[in-house]
């Protein structure tokens, strides 16, 4: 197992490592005490996952009680977050208590965002069970839930109290599900450096995934400790997504997440090398690593309407879009553009 420590407004411990699920109670009590723990999971994950859980919180001494909502993104909404706050008040749990968020990044999010607003915020625990979840969405306590006017509309900064990821859950992972993981991965790798990023074109995440798992996290704790709150060098981890987010909408959210990032870090690194930017290698490394991974590399939409979906995303600053700059592997940089520039940008980066 492997430990990475992180310092945010919360200091906690994020393990990493086969067989964690059974002992979860006894170290989640280690840290938080025992008393009531609400584990909130979906559809999917609870008939795999939450028996284990459960048994290992019971044992440790909490008094458990298990939510499960639809699995998948459609779920993440008020509703379901109304429904989670309902379930909290009935059990009646207190700030002493705990909640437990057994799944992907849906479940962390939203399980997240009721632990920052229940009671103006109890504790809560990560158990994350998807690739994605583990390296990315279960550190840095950024939750939220959708809104029909777009993604992650509503939520809250709340760090967890502790992450335990039982490395063993990837094995029941859908193909599909594990590819969107990678691609994040392989977006960790550009920004982290050659180390990690020679690792992965080894095949390292196939023999070793608590060490990339443990390595993306060690990169992302970095990150978040220097700017908790994203008003500057967190937005690094945006590479790829600003062109990913406008192949999502595009798509009508028919592209997955991961599916669309791939394709938005294959286009940025197409675009920095036409633009000589970095090196025309470090663009045919990223793409193999993409396409070894089984993700898509081609950006199969219009550049003037992926340009005009870019331009509702989140992230733009008035009428201009910050966008991470690849420089080589190890070596980006966030840039801010004028927003009529990215339409030239994702011509470039292959776009119709
Ligand atoms: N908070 C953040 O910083 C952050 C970062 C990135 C992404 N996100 C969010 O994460 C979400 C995507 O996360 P995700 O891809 O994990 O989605 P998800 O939680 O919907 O999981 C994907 C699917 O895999 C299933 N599943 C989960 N674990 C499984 C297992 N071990 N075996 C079999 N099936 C399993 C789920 O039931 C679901 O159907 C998005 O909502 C996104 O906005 C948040
Ligand atoms: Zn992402």
């Not at 170290?27 to 008939?47: F, H, K, M, N």
């Not at 969107?180 to 080894?202: H, N, Q, W, Y």
């Not at 220097?226 to 909408?249: I, M, P, Q, S, Y």
């Not at 669309?260 to 675009?271: E, K, Y």
């Amino acid at each position: 197992m492997r430990t990475i420590h992180v310092t945010a407004s919360r200091e906690y411990d994020v393990c990493v490592g086969p067989g964690l699920l059974r002992e979860c109670g006894e170290r989640i009590a280690a840290v938080c005490g025992t008393g009531a723990a609400a584990v909130v999971t979906d559809s999917t994950v609870a008939p795999l996952y939450a028996d284990t859980a459960c048994a290992s919180l019971e044992r440790a001494g909490f008094a458990v009680s298990r939510f499960v909502f639809p699995a998948g993104e459609a779920s993440k909404t008020l509703k379901t977050y109304d429904d989670i706050l309902r379930f909290l008040a009935e059990n009646r749990l207190t700030r002493a208590d705990l909640l437990v968020a057994l799944g992907g990044g849906v479940t962390g999010d939203m399980a997240g965002f009721a632990a920052a607003t229940y009671l103006r915020g109890i504790r809560f625990v990560q158990l994350p069970t998807t690739l994605l979840a583990a390296v990315d969405s279960s550190v840095g306590g950024k939750t939220a839930v959708d809104l029909p006017a777009g993604k992650n509309m509503a939520g809250a900064f709340h760090q967890p109290s502790l992450v335990l990821c039982d490395t063993d859950t990837f094995s029941t992972l859908p193909g599909d599900v594990f590819r969107d993981g990678c691609a994040e991965i392989v977006k960790t790798g550009v920004l982290a450096g050659e180390e990690l990023f020679s690792l992965l074109e080894r095949g390292a995440l196939a023999d070793r995934p608590e060490e990339i798992v443990a390595r993306c996290v060690e990169y992302k704790r970095s990150v978040v400790a220097e700017d908790e709150f994203d008003t500057g060098k967190r937005r690094l981890l945006n590479l790829g997504h600003t062109a990913g987010h406008a192949a999502e909408l595009c798509s009508g959210y028919g592209v997955s997440h991961g599916k669309a990032v791939a394709m938005g870090l294959a286009a940025m690194a197409r675009t920095c090398a036409a633009r000589g930017l970095c090196p025309a290698e470090t663009a045919e490394r990223i793409l193999a690593l993409l396409e070894k991974a089984g993700l898509p590399t081609a950006l199969p939409y219009g550049a003037r309407e992926l340009a005009a979906a870019a331009m509702s995303d989140k992230k733009r600053e008035g009428d201009r879009l910050p966008l991470v700059v690849i420089q080589g592997i190890g070596r980006c940089r966030v840039e801010t553009i004028p927003g009529e520039e990215f339409e030239t940008w994702l011509r470039e980066g292959g776009a119709l």
